[in-house]
């Protein structure tokens, strides 16, 4: 006997559905299209609570924000009372209600302006300008109440983020050997007691605020991180962060395969079939949720980072 030699199962979305109306006794010629749309839904729910639930590894990458202080503008719009511009996002500047910026190169909008509206990679102030345009070359400084060139604390983060896990930040000034140091998290209670938070240096702590993305919530910037202290430019250079990023959508379209890995599969089909069995044959849901959670808690075990762990008790103070 020989085996197959292969390590290629990937079932598509449509196969794990089908298999999991079979677990709930719900037969293929017995399915319609109302109940792929079902699964569909459960299917997106059920990730859902899977990004919900804790780290799953196979969603974890690593994002780099560049202190770029002077992003350049991508549009430029305008109504006659209200002018618009946008630049590249994620990972970029975002300029808060009410602080100023100085725009050049645009030939239209050039001078210091104040901020009264900005979300993830777009900003926005007052202008009697009305038109569109895409300027070549035209970039946007932060500067304070005396025109000076300050910096931006607070930068766009990929709203696909649940939740970011480790963050450092590296100085290039050696371009041959480059110097990481770890910075950790706060809280909004904690960054809303630093009494000055443009001052200036090399940033030792962040703070993640989960905002809903902007395209789910008009008026919202989206989710973004805020750097104490400010990033001065000089003594560092690069923000890198491992993230936690929501699973893919799952679809039909084109024979989709479902974004999980191999050891998750028989997880995910009974989880999906509990979902499924509830809304097409209650009878068979009290029968599939012991069974989901088995699968879940074994999947899970093997979800973590062989590492080993030590804890010690702290023995003296860390500062003196």
Request: charged share 10%; glycine share 6%; hydrophobic share 35%.
């Amino acid at each position: 006997m020989t085996t197959s030699g292969a390590y290629n199962f990937n079932p598509s979305l449509g196969e794990l559905v089908l298999y999991a109306y079979n677990l709930c006794e719900v037969r293929n010629t017995a399915i319609a299209q109302e109940h792929m749309e079902a699964a569909r839904m459960a299917s997106n729910m059920l990730l859902a609570t899977w990004s919900n639930r804790g780290v799953n590894l196979w969603t974890v990458d690593l994002q780099q924000v560049y202190f770029d202080q002077t992003p350049t503008i991508l549009t430029l719009s305008g109504d006659g009372k209200t002018v618009t511009l946008t630049y590249a996002t994620p990972n970029t500047p975002i300029y808060t209600v009410g602080t100023q910026i100085t725009i050049y190169n645009t030939g239209l909008v050039d001078g210091t302006q104040t901020v009264t509206a900005s979300s993830n990679g777009s900003v926005s102030f007052a202008s009697s300008y009305s038109g569109t345009s895409i300027p070549s070359g035209a970039t946007i400084v932060p500067v304070n109440q005396f025109g000076i060139q300050t910096s931006v604390t607070t930068y766009s983060v990929d709203p696909s983020t649940v939740v970011i896990l480790d963050a450092y930040v590296t100085n290039t000034s050696n371009e041959n050997n480059p110097i990481d140091r770890i910075i950790l998290p706060i809280s909004r209670t904690e960054y809303a007691s630093y009494p000055n938070k443009q001052q200036q240096g090399f940033p030792t702590v962040f703070w993640f605020d989960r905002l809903i993305s902007s395209s789910r919530s008009t008026g919202s910037s989206g989710p973004q991180v805020t750097l104490w202290p400010a990033p001065d430019g000089t003594s560092s250079q690069y923000f890198k962060y491992y993230r936690v990023r929501q699973i893919q959508d799952s679809n039909f379209t084109s024979g989709q395969t479902v974004e999980i890995p191999y050891l998750w599969m028989e997880a995910y089909a009974y989880a999906l079939a509990h979902r499924l069995s509830i809304i097409w044959n209650p009878q068979k849901s009290m029968i599939l949720k012991p069974l989901a959670d088995e699968a879940y808690e074994i999947a899970a075990e093997q979800n973590v980072e062989q590492a080993q762990q030590y804890i010690s008790p702290q023995i003296q103070g860390y500062f003196r």
